[in-house]
DNA sequence: TTGCATCTACGAATAGATTCGTATATTTGA
DNA sequence: TCAAATATACGAATCTATTCGTAGATGCAA
């Protein structure tokens, strides 16, 4: 039961994810400033979003001082992987080539990012 | 204020467009019997649904019989659009590369998958 | 025609996410 | 030392999504 739920986080605390694994150790100040850059909500929101984060595993907390210090408990990647995978389920009807090729279309991508992607391609048929 | 927020259909609401873009013109016992294969609710769950989405405007009807006939009004391309946008940007930090790279790792593509992804890319290459 | 099956309408319960106010504790600087 | 600033804890309001029960209308078959 340990896992699976943690890796479909809320909106909201997908946005205090992004934030942890960036910057790694934070407050909730330091989450707080970067929030608010992009939308406005009281500091008492953002603790009480990170408490709840805690009680369901997302992070973890450093409370032998005052100020709390958080990170994040569930990985970046397998997270990522897991929502992505949603999305081709519910919204490509499983087809991955048909994400790749509308995320493509959309956020013109760089030929650096053409590039890349072409060698990654390139890997996966070599195999 | 009538586009873009019909653009973010709920989950659920996700699983109906997705039936209705597929098969068209639909009763609600129509969606109805493709739901329950993979959930189970009850029918008035799922007419309540779609009468929501009538008033959010994401379908139309045709209410002139008895059983009304509904029909998707929001587009396929601009929503899965509109989805992956944001995905790319809440999930990978606006870069569609990284996106594409976790799509083609976990979803195992098929050979004829990643040929096309690869003509794809060379055509956006070529311009 | 009459009763059963099927449909829509609609209110309401439930659950989860989000937001904020207030109480309380701690630190710190004048 | 003491007041202001800053933290956490926590209850509660609000909002949205989801689910379902019930009532009433309609069509159809015996």
């Not at 970046?76 to 995978?85: F, G, I, M, S, Y």
Request: hydrophobic residues 40%; glycine residues 4%.
């Amino acid at each position: 039961m340990t896992g699976a739920a943690n890796l479909k986080p809320t909106e909201s605390e997908l946005e205090i994810l992004q934030i942890l694994w960036k910057k790694g150790n934070c407050t909730v100040r330091d989450v707080h400033e970067v929030l608010e850059k992009n939308k406005d909500a009281g500091y008492t929101t953002t603790l009480k979003l990170m408490q709840i984060m805690l009680e369901k595993g997302l992070v973890a907390r450093d409370a032998s001082a005052k100020t709390h210090i958080y990170r994040a408990l569930v990985n970046q990647e397998k997270t990522q992987q897991h929502l992505v995978n949603k999305m081709i389920d519910n919204v490509f009807n499983g087809s991955a080539a048909r994400l790749i090729m509308q995320a493509l279309g959309n956020h013109t991508a760089s030929k650096d990012e053409i590039n890349s992607i072409k060698k990654y391609l390139d890997e996966l048929s070599n195999q």
